[in-house]
Each structure stands twice: as C-alpha cells, then as structure tokens.
C-alpha cells in the first residue's frame, strides 16, 4: 500500500483532473493542472514518488471483534512494515523523534496508528500518506453551539484562503465536525476516503458540501495558488454527535495527490 499510494496516481483521480482542466478558465491554472497530471504519469512510469514530501504514515485499523492476531506485537508488526518500505523504495523519511530536539529517526516510524473495533473477524487496514505542508494546514476551532451553518462556511472559506498555495490546491478537504475535538481531528482525515467524487448520504450535508466547494473555487487561490477555479478538487464532511455546549469543526487539507490505500483481511 505505502508502494502503491507513493508511485502511482489513481484512476479516478487522473479522471479528476480532466474534469477540472474542461473546467478551467485560467489557463496557467490549467496548464498547471496539465503539468500534476503527467507529474503522476512520470512517477508511475519511472518509479519515482509522486512527491519529495513522502509523507508521515497515518495507519487507520479496523479489526472485527472476532478476529484473532498472534506473533509479533501490531504496532511492532505496522512500524516494521513502515521502515522496510521506506527504506527498500528509497523513500524521504521525515519523521524526528522528539519535537523540539527534532533528531530523524531514519526510518520514517513511529507511523500513527488508529484503531477501532468493529464487527466480524476482518480486518481493514488503511494507510494514508500525509505531506507536511498540508498538513500544517490543517485547523480546529470550537464553534458556538447555537452557530449557522452559514458561519462554519465561512470560517472554511477564511481559513483555505489563509492557506493559499501552502496545502499545494486543489485540496481535497476533510471537515470533521461535532465530537469531541480530538474526534473532529480524526474525521477531518477519515472523511476523505469516502471516495473523490462521492456525494454526502445526508441530503443536508451534501448541500453544504456542495455549498463550500463553490465558495472555495471563486476564491481565486486556485490551482498552487496561480488564481482559477480549481482551489479545492472535493470537500468531504463527516459529522458525529456532540455535547449540548459544544461544536467543534476540524479541517484536513490534503494536496492534490491523494495518497492512501486500503485492504481487508
């Protein structure tokens, strides 16, 4: 999964950017687009890495209840994974052990490791990529219980803007909201692997989706920031149920490669 999420641009996401090229008005914005699309093609053809940032590994376990897992400890088992791929496909490893010290520990590990329990007796492994400077993007703010939808748009809104070329737009944005905050944290990042152009089940929130993505791409950031109307390529709400007091909203801005893979055991 690091292999593939790391070389190869996926289908539907080369699909995507085709549609947004038709779309396109600006036309360095466009070329722009043109020049991530064969970008893509060029790393998969060559095997080279979609980006010099080859990201922090967030790993996302779902393990039915059911089953049974024996050797090695699981987050022995998934950092040894982590290292052995990075080291073997020559990829940058950025993680440091210590934050402030910042010494890189040369394997790319510790990866972050979420687990849940669910049903059965699979298990669902994912692995998301995640680049530095989207991630530095990303935001949580605890909303006023009684706010309007109309002002969580617009905190989006300021937010991507104020992030200009940083995230390198089009985004894919996660927005993680109610919970608690550390929820909202994680559903901004899990609301993405809905699919690229799937439609929130909620009429309610696909609206809103839909209200937001057209906020964002009359923005002007627009494709790394070089203006059009290609500032954000989706936007992926996942709510959850939350305190009477509270309301927070969580933001996941991810780059315009979309690095993650998912198998089920």
Do not use: W
Not at 116 to 121: M, V
Not at 125 to 140: A, F, I, T
Not at 150 to 167: F, K, L, S, W
């Amino acid at each position: 999964m690091i292999f593939e999420s790391s070389f190869r641009m996926p289908r539907e996401l080369a699909a995507k950017f085709d549609d947004l090229i038709a779309a396109e008005t600006n036309q360095l914005a466009a070329e722009t687009l043109a020049v991530l699309k064969e970008n893509g093609r060029i790393a998969e053809t060559e095997r080279l890495p979609l980006c010099q940032d080859c990201g922090s590994v967030i790993i996302f376990l779902e393990i039915g209840q059911d089953a049974a897992l024996t050797g090695d400890s699981l987050t022995t088992a998934l950092n040894s994974a982590v290292a052995q791929a990075y080291d073997e496909f020559y990829l940058r490893k950025s993680i440091v052990a210590d934050p402030l010290r910042r010494t890189n520990t040369g394997t790319n590990t510790p990866a972050s490791i979420h687990t849940e329990i669910a049903e059965g007796d699979s298990v669902r492994v994912r692995v998301y990529l995640k680049g530095g400077g989207s991630e530095n993007m990303s935001s949580l703010k605890m909303f006023n219980p009684t706010t309007k939808p109309e002002a969580i748009i617009d905190y989006i809104e300021e937010t991507v803007i104020a992030a200009g070329p940083n995230p390198c737009p089009p985004v894919f944005l996660g927005v993680g909201i109610g919970g608690s905050a550390d929820t909202a944290l994680k559903n901004a990042k899990t609301a993405i692997f809905r699919g690229i152009d799937s439609r929130h089940p909620d009429p309610f929130y696909a609206e809103m989706e839909e209200k937001i993505t057209d906020r964002l791409n009359k923005s002007g950031v627009g494709v790394m920031g070089f203006g059009g109307r290609s500032t954000a390529a989706g936007v992926y709400i996942k709510e959850a149920p939350a305190h009477i007091a509270s309301l927070p909203v969580a933001l996941n801005m991810n780059c315009h490669s979309l690095r993650y893979g998912t198998r089920e055991l």
